[in-house]
Nanobody, 115 residues
């Protein structure tokens, strides 16, 4: 059984920074893609960033230049460094992996950007 656990969310003022972490555990032979999604209140879940096994990354236009995704293959961990946060970044942030065992989601961590 595969589990994903996110951490690092919280309340931050506009212009501030947060770093989210995601730890994958269980029987995972190979993780192809680690990704972060977010869901704002009343909106659909959207892709924020991805980190593929080949080292390539992809970002939503709204976070380019402000967010950085990182990955530690040895620890099956992903990170999302978020800088210059804006109120529009508020939402629940989810970690997702695409692996040899299937696709899995974490339970989410709340990020709130407000003064």
């Amino acid at each position: 059984q595969v589990q994903l656990v996110e951490s690092g969310g919280g309340l931050v003022q506009p212009g501030g920074s947060l770093t989210l972490s995601c730890t994958a555990s269980g029987t995972i032979f190979s993780i192809y893609v680690m990704a972060w999604y977010r869901q704002a209140p009343g909106k659909q879940r959207e892709l924020v960033a991805t980190f593929s096994r080949d080292g390539s990354t992809n970002y939503a236009d709204s976070v380019k230049g402000r967010f950085t995704i990182a990955r530690d293959n040895a620890k099956n961990m992903a990170y999302l460094q978020m800088n210059s946060l804006e109120p529009e970044d508020t939402g629940v942030y989810y970690c997702k992996i695409d692996s040899s065992s299937g696709a899995f989601w974490g339970q989410g961590t709340q990020v709130s950007v407000s003064s």
